[in-house]
C-alpha cells in the first residue's frame, strides 16, 4: 500500500538559511499534519491542514510556515534556520480530520550547521 | 493543553513474555488514543488505536485498554518477540476539533522496550 512520501530524506544547512520540507500523503487522504522530533525525544505536533486550510496549531516557531496544496500535498517552510532547529520532521496524513487515524512518513532529517 | 505520561520509559522482558506500558492524559475531551512504535531511523508505526466509547481491542497479540474515569490506558503486548523491540509512544487528542478538522496528536516520552532472547 501507497504510504506518505516525505523528500529531500537529509538536508543539512547553515545557520539562517531556509529550508523547505515536502510532504505528499497518502493517496485520498485530505489531512496532513507536521511533526518535529529531537534526539530521544517525542514527535511534538507542530501544524495541521485539513481539507487545504490550516486546521491546528501547535508549538510551531513564527519563524515557521506551511500550507497545503490543491493536490493535498504540503510544504513546510523555515527560515532563519537556528541550530535548535536540527531534528527529524515528519508528516502525517489521515482520512477525514479529526481522531482519524494519522500515518506517518520516513521523515526529513535536517542539520543545522 | 493535553498532558501524556508514559511508564515505564525502559521496559525489558524475556523473549515470550508479556509487556505492558501505561499512560495516563490529563484533558477529559480527549477521545482518540493510539499507539506507535517507532524503530531506529523510522517514522512512527500506528499498532493500536482505541477510542473513548470503547474499552478494549484486541489484535493477534497486542490489545489496549482504556479507563476513562481514570483517564489512563494500557498496551498489552503478549508472547513477546524479538522484533518487538522498539519505542513504543501513547498518543491523545485534545477533542478540539470534534466532528472536522484536523487534531494534532500530544504524545507520551516514549518506552524503549528490549526484548531479551
Known amino acids: 500500500a501507497a504510504g506518505v512520501i516525505q523528500s529531500p530524506r537529509h538536508l543539512i544547512k547553515e545557520k539562517r538559511e531556509t529550508a523547505t520540507l515536502k510532504c505528499y500523503p497518502i493517496p485520498r487522504h485530505d489531512t496532513v499534519y507536521w511533526y518535529q522530533q529531537g534526539p530521544g525525544q517525542d514527535p511534538q505536533f507542530l501544524i495541521s491542514f485539513y481539507e487545504k486550510m490550516q486546521s491546528d496549531k501547535g508549538s510551531i516557531p513564527d519563524r515557521f510556515s506551511a500550507q497545503q496544496f490543491s493536490d493535498y500535498h504540503s510544504e513546510l517552510n523555515m527560515s532563519s534556520l537556528e541550530l535548535g532547529d536540527s531534528a527529524l520532521y515528519f508528516c502525517a496524513s489521515s482520512l477525514e480530520g479529526a481522531g482519524a487515524e494519522q500515518y506517518f512518513g520516513p521523515g526529513t532529517r535536517l542539520t543545522v550547521t | 493543553g493535553e498532558n501524556v505520561e508514559q511508564h515505564p520509559s525502559t521496559l525489558s522482558v524475556q523473549e515470550g513474555d508479556s509487556a505492558v506500558i501505561k499512560c495516563t492524559y490529563s484533558?477529559?475531551?480527549?477521545?482518540?488514543f493510539p499507539w506507535y512504535k517507532q524503530e531506529l531511523g523510522k517514522g512512527p508505526q500506528l499498532i493500536i488505536d482505541i477510542r473513548s466509547n470503547v474499552g478494549e481491542k484486541k489484535d493477534q497479540r497486542i490489545a489496549v485498554t482504556l479507563n476513562k474515569t481514570a483517564k489512563h490506558f494500557s498496551l498489552h503486548i503478549t508472547e513477546t518477540q524479538p522484533e518487538d523491540s522498539a519505542v513504543y509512544f501513547c498518543?491523545?487528542?485534545?477533542?478540539?476539533?470534534?466532528?472536522?478538522?484536523?487534531?494534532?496528536?500530544?504524545f507520551g516520552k516514549g518506552t524503549h522496550l528490549i526484548i531479551q532472547p
Open positions: 484533558d477529559s475531551a480527549s477521545n482518540y
Open positions: 498518543a491523545a487528542t485534545s477533542g478540539r476539533y470534534s466532528g472536522g478538522g484536523a487534531d494534532g496528536l500530544t
